[in-house]
């Protein structure tokens, strides 16, 4: 593994090539341009409201501005989690004559259809920045949390993503069954809706991984105090699993493609 | 370090034919039909072939060896497990050094990029670096010739211009060890000359070869050693021409029975005055001896023959009825005998002689060899094309400018 590592180091300029291919060819393709980065996080956005003000009309709470920017603040690294996945279940299939043709460690495939998703989560992020100003949310130390907990995230993309490209390498109907999770994942992820708001019930839901993401996301930025530590840990050890097991199921596989593609 | 550039020891690939399961929603019914029923989880399609086996070859530094076959005898597989794209099934591999293939050079390309875009981004795939791109940048433009579309998207481009630009990104890899395969296919004359010639430059600069072609002709220039290749195995590891010689055996063998002829040819000679030949001087003079034996009797007979070029085209034919003789026939058992007397007036190259026995009123071919053998014409003339029109320069003159010629 320890070779694999340092080939793919030695490739790294490519890696940056294909992510740089993928962003361009996006933008370009769209005549929304950098719009297009920022859609989707804005419907997210824009239901989540919805939902959090029918929430607050049956409960007879008011709708909170800090509760619309809770739900911001998820919505966005939950549109980069949605779209990085979906990007890298086509990422070997969608560059067959690379994969089929030219020697190079295919993780670079994935791998940059992760980082240009990257791009594009970091395009709506400033936008979200700016309206977290206008919202008057505040500085604190806690946002120092907002980097590490960002980077497990990327790290649970890249491992599920290098799984996921090659499961549609192999069968042509993963993409499918993933769309449907994606579909679905938001009602199962605290996005909308807060952990709290299920009692002692709401430990569960931490159970899926990227729920203490997102909400430690949410209490450094909004709540500014430090994620639950125990379920960060688990989320961590979690991305880590995901990402080597990944990486050594893709690289176990990568022999194959050129031959089942 | 040893002067091996690449090594094969008995290599095998083994490729299964025919559907495997491709989609969970045909796998996860044939697992718990097995779990359930027994069923073999392979039995959907068992058959399997080796695409190659015991291959077993070594190329030293600076050398160069052509790998000829017909489609399917495994030239494009043992490319790809050279190239690390496939695994073998067994066997072992050496490569010592950068390894860089000019196998379908356009594959790194993306159509909505433009020219400029694309050469970076093909260069990075096929090992380059920035800086090294940034340093070869003039030459690889000049090369392909598009200066003026280098900022168009290459979906724009023509299939030529395409093709041109990836083989100008390719050729300038620099390697230690150079695969191609095919690639001469691509642009017009001028650029395949352009691309040979770079081939060329490539192998005189010490960097090991691996030509993959159909083009005979090419083959024979470049390479000092061959390989050919036939369902799998190495029938033939050697000199080039005779190797090339054995790859037209191959295909040379009689198409029908000979039992279902009412008459054949039993023997085609080429030769010069010494004996039969396979290799003449452009110019030079050849005979070709055919006989043709009856097994019925035939009327209204002629002998044909024919030279085609590496492409199948016909550059000469002739016939014993062209050239004034009756037609002739046979009672079953006999045969009839001719020599044709060529002068040899054609271009370096590798030409086929094909022969005929043909009945001109019915138009009826009785018997024919495609190719019956083959000759190599060298040449020191340095012509191309097909003939040699044996050119002497017998006057050459430069002029310096008139003093009327306006400056602008």
């Given at each position: 593994m320890n070779q694999e590592l340092r080939e793919l180091y030695k490739y790294r300029e490519l890696l940056f090539m294909i992510t740089y291919r993928d962003i361009k060819v996006r933008y370009k393709q769209s005549i929304m341009g950098f719009f297009w980065a920022i859609l989707m996080p804005i419907l997210i956005v824009m239901s989540g409201v919805v939902v959090r003000y029918a929430y607050a009309m049956v409960s007879h709470n008011p709708l909170k501005t800090a509760d619309i920017a809770s739900v911001a603040v998820k919505s966005v690294p939950w549109a980069f989690i949605v779209s990085s996945i979906r990007f890298t279940c086509n990422s070997l299939t969608g560059n067959r004559d690379l994969v089929v043709k030219i020697y190079f460690p295919k993780e670079i495939f994935p791998m940059a259809a992760v980082l240009a998703c990257l791009f594009d989560f970091f395009v709506a992020f400033s936008a979200l920045t700016i309206l977290l100003v206008f919202m008057k949310v505040g500085v604190s130390i806690y946002l120092l949390w907002v980097p590490v907990l960002l980077f497990v995230m990327v790290l649970f993309c890249l491992g599920i993503g290098m799984i996921m490209s090659a499961a549609s390498l192999f069968f042509r109907d993963v993409k499918y069954i993933v769309e449907v999770f994606l579909t679905f994942g938001i009602f199962f992820t605290p996005v909308f809706y807060d952990v709290h708001m299920f009692g002692a019930m709401g430990k569960w839901l931490f159970l899926n991984p990227v729920a203490p993401i997102l909400d430690g996301l949410a209490a450094a930025i909004i709540r500014h105090q430090s994620p639950e530590l125990h379920w960060f840990m688990y989320s961590l050890v979690f991305s880590l699993a995901a990402f080597l097991s990944g990486f050594v199921l893709f690289k176990h596989l990568e022999p194959a493609f050129a031959e089942s593609i | 370090m040893s002067d091996v550039a690449l090594r094969m020891e008995q290599i095998y690939k083994k490729f299964r034919k025919g559907e495997i399961y491709n989609s969970l929603r045909d796998l996860i019914p044939a697992l718990t039909g097995k779990m359930f029923k027994?069923?073999?989880?392979?039995?959907?399609d068992k058959r399997e072939f080796w695409a190659l086996q015991d291959i077993n070859f070594e190329v030293k530094q600076g050398e160069s060896l052509g790998i000829i076959g017909h489609n399917g005898a495994g030239k494009s597989t043992a490319l790809k497990i050279l190239s690390r794209i496939m695994r073998p099934t067994k066997g072992r591999m050496i490569v010592n050094g950068r390894l860089s293939a000019l196998i379908e050079v356009t594959a790194g390309f993306h159509p909505d990029l433009t020219g400029m875009e694309n050469i970076f981004l093909h260069g990075t795939i096929l090992g380059m670096n920035k800086r090294e791109i940034q340093s070869k940048l003039e030459q690889i433009i000049a090369f392909s010739g598009i200066e003026e579309f280098i900022e168009t998207p290459v979906k724009r481009y023509s299939s030529g211009m395409y093709a041109r630009l990836g083989f100008s990104v390719a050729a300038h890899v620099d390697p230690e060890v150079l695969i191609v395969d095919?690639?001469?296919?691509?642009?017009d004359f001028v650029f395949q000359q352009k691309c040979m010639d770079r081939i060329r430059a490539v192998i005189k600069s010490g960097t090991t070869v691996l030509f993959v072609s159909h083009n005979l002709k090419a083959v024979t220039e470049i390479c000092q050693r061959a390989m050919l290749l036939d369902h799998g195995k190495i029938l033939a590891l050697g000199e080039t021409d005779a190797v090339a010689r054995k790859y037209l055996e191959l295909g040379s063998?009689?198409?029908?029975?000979?039992?279902?002829?009412?008459?054949?040819?039993s023997k085609v000679r080429v030769r010069d005055r010494a004996g039969e030949q396979a290799t003449f001087e452009s110019g030079a003079t050849a005979w070709v001896d055919v006989e043709v034996t009856a097994r019925e009797k035939v009327d209204k007979l002629a002998v044909v023959i024919w030279f085609t070029d590496e492409k199948d085209y016909i550059i000469f034919h002739t016939s014993t009825e062209r050239l004034g003789y009756a037609p002739f026939s046979l009672q079953p058992g006999g045969t009839y005998k001719c020599t044709f007397e060529l002068s040899?007036?054609?271009?370096?190259g590798t030409f086929h002689l094909v022969t005929e026995i043909y009945r001109y009123d019915i138009q009826k071919s009785y018997d024919r060899h495609d190719p019956a053998t083959t000759v190599f014409i060298g040449s020191t003339t340095a012509v191309g094309g097909a003939?040699?029109?044996?050119?002497?320069?017998i006057e050459s003159e430069t002029a310096a400018p008139s003093t009327q010629s306006c400056e602008v």
């Amino acid at each position: 593994m320890n070779q694999e590592l340092r080939e793919l180091y030695k490739y790294r300029e490519l890696l940056f090539m294909i992510t740089y291919r993928d962003i361009k060819v996006r933008y370009k393709q769209s005549i929304m341009g950098f719009f297009w980065a920022i859609l989707m996080p804005i419907l997210i956005v824009m239901s989540g409201v919805v939902v959090r003000y029918a929430y607050a009309m049956v409960s007879h709470n008011p709708l909170k501005t800090a509760d619309i920017a809770s739900v911001a603040v998820k919505s966005v690294p939950w549109a980069f989690i949605v779209s990085s996945i979906r990007f890298t279940c086509n990422s070997l299939t969608g560059n067959r004559d690379l994969v089929v043709k030219i020697y190079f460690p295919k993780e670079i495939f994935p791998m940059a259809a992760v980082l240009a998703c990257l791009f594009d989560f970091f395009v709506a992020f400033s936008a979200l920045t700016i309206l977290l100003v206008f919202m008057k949310v505040g500085v604190s130390i806690y946002l120092l949390w907002v980097p590490v907990l960002l980077f497990v995230m990327v790290l649970f993309c890249l491992g599920i993503g290098m799984i996921m490209s090659a499961a549609s390498l192999f069968f042509r109907d993963v993409k499918y069954i993933v769309e449907v999770f994606l579909t679905f994942g938001i009602f199962f992820t605290p996005v909308f809706y807060d952990v709290h708001m299920f009692g002692a019930m709401g430990k569960w839901l931490f159970l899926n991984p990227v729920a203490p993401i997102l909400d430690g996301l949410a209490a450094a930025i909004i709540r500014h105090q430090s994620p639950e530590l125990h379920w960060f840990m688990y989320s961590l050890v979690f991305s880590l699993a995901a990402f080597l097991s990944g990486f050594v199921l893709f690289k176990h596989l990568e022999p194959a493609f050129a031959e089942s593609i | 370090m040893s002067d091996v550039a690449l090594r094969m020891e008995q290599i095998y690939k083994k490729f299964r034919k025919g559907e495997i399961y491709n989609s969970l929603r045909d796998l996860i019914p044939a697992l718990t039909g097995k779990m359930f029923k027994g069923d073999d989880l392979n039995t959907k399609d068992k058959r399997e072939f080796w695409a190659l086996q015991d291959i077993n070859f070594e190329v030293k530094q600076g050398e160069s060896l052509g790998i000829i076959g017909h489609n399917g005898a495994g030239k494009s597989t043992a490319l790809k497990i050279l190239s690390r794209i496939m695994r073998p099934t067994k066997g072992r591999m050496i490569v010592n050094g950068r390894l860089s293939a000019l196998i379908e050079v356009t594959a790194g390309f993306h159509p909505d990029l433009t020219g400029m875009e694309n050469i970076f981004l093909h260069g990075t795939i096929l090992g380059m670096n920035k800086r090294e791109i940034q340093s070869k940048l003039e030459q690889i433009i000049a090369f392909s010739g598009i200066e003026e579309f280098i900022e168009t998207p290459v979906k724009r481009y023509s299939s030529g211009m395409y093709a041109r630009l990836g083989f100008s990104v390719a050729a300038h890899v620099d390697p230690e060890v150079l695969i191609v395969d095919e690639v001469l296919s691509v642009g017009d004359f001028v650029f395949q000359q352009k691309c040979m010639d770079r081939i060329r430059a490539v192998i005189k600069s010490g960097t090991t070869v691996l030509f993959v072609s159909h083009n005979l002709k090419a083959v024979t220039e470049i390479c000092q050693r061959a390989m050919l290749l036939d369902h799998g195995k190495i029938l033939a590891l050697g000199e080039t021409d005779a190797v090339a010689r054995k790859y037209l055996e191959l295909g040379s063998k009689p198409s029908a029975t000979l039992e279902s002829k009412a008459a054949y040819i039993s023997k085609v000679r080429v030769r010069d005055r010494a004996g039969e030949q396979a290799t003449f001087e452009s110019g030079a003079t050849a005979w070709v001896d055919v006989e043709v034996t009856a097994r019925e009797k035939v009327d209204k007979l002629a002998v044909v023959i024919w030279f085609t070029d590496e492409k199948d085209y016909i550059i000469f034919h002739t016939s014993t009825e062209r050239l004034g003789y009756a037609p002739f026939s046979l009672q079953p058992g006999g045969t009839y005998k001719c020599t044709f007397e060529l002068s040899l007036n054609i271009a370096h190259g590798t030409f086929h002689l094909v022969t005929e026995i043909y009945r001109y009123d019915i138009q009826k071919s009785y018997d024919r060899h495609d190719p019956a053998t083959t000759v190599f014409i060298g040449s020191t003339t340095a012509v191309g094309g097909a003939v040699n029109c044996f050119p002497r320069l017998i006057e050459s003159e430069t002029a310096a400018p008139s003093t009327q010629s306006c400056e602008v």
